[in-house]
């Protein structure tokens, strides 16, 4: 599985990445945590970047879609990745697509957590709070006037991808403001709902299958989408029960008059492809079958009387 984690600073990108890197043994791959991990190691990308870092600014296109690109391709990355904190702007979403293009790779969603920015404020505090409690280094853009430049940086460079996976027919959007639990919950139904989607349609037969293309399952919601191809999926497996259970229902009850005729009318929908095969010669066993049963089920409707 490959997906995107879109949402502005303190939305829970973080927490929800690991969340679905457990569950589904993929790798995160956070460009902000490889940057700051270059800045600690004071690699040449480090020295880079630290002070656009520190700043709140953007680190230049090819430093990131650079580090993506290599780290994509180590092993551990070929059961799938989370891309936290990149792409960040169009060009770099294009750059990507250009890159798993040429990997042979498939994109499957981009979440978008949607949060209120005014909440941010108070979740980046907390954040800070609680790494300083547990004695923990607390990141230095994390102040409110760097995360008031992050916001804004989100806002005109990174929003726009929202509308550009929207379109790809790639976007899943989660409403952030709920718990954490409940964020994960709903990322996990959502997923799941695209992946199971996206696999029946090579079991399904006949037309339902053409109708639940890959494409369709991830449009701009997926998750209801998917919920359709559900629907469609089941559709001809309740026909096909309706049509076995009134068949020979039909053919009881004309039997007595016409057998041989209705026989062939009781079997007419089998022909059709809609329902299980139903007996060959339906109609005198049916009518026998029907005088047994009914004389067993009087029987065994008596039995507990006399108890
Ligand atoms: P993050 O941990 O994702 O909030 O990133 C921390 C900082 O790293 C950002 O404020 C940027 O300075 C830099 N950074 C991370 N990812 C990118 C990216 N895709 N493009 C440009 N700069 C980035």
Known sequence: MRLILLGPPGAGKGTQAHRLVERHHIVQLSTGDMLRAAVAAETEVG????DIMASGGLVPDEI?????????????????FILDGFPRTVPQAEALDSLLKSKGLKLDAAVELRVNESALLNRVEARVAQMTARGETVRI??????????????????EPLVHYYSEKRKLVTIDGMMSIEEVTLEINRVLAAIMAAEKPVKKVAGKSAKKTSAKKVTAVKPESAAVKTAKLAKKPAKKAKKTAVKAPKKAVKKSAKKPAKVAKKATKPVS????????KKPAKKTARVVKKAAKSTAKATKKPAKR
């Open 141 to 158: 853009d994390d102040t409110p006037e760097v995360l008031s430049k992050r916001l804004a940086s989100y806002r005109t460079s990174t």
């Open 47 to 50: 020295l880079k970047a630290k």
């Open 272 to 279: 059709k492809g809609k329902t299980a095969k139903t007996g």
């Open 64 to 80: 990131v879609i650079g580090i993506i690109s290599d780290r994509i391709e180590l092993p551990d990355a070929a059961n799938g």
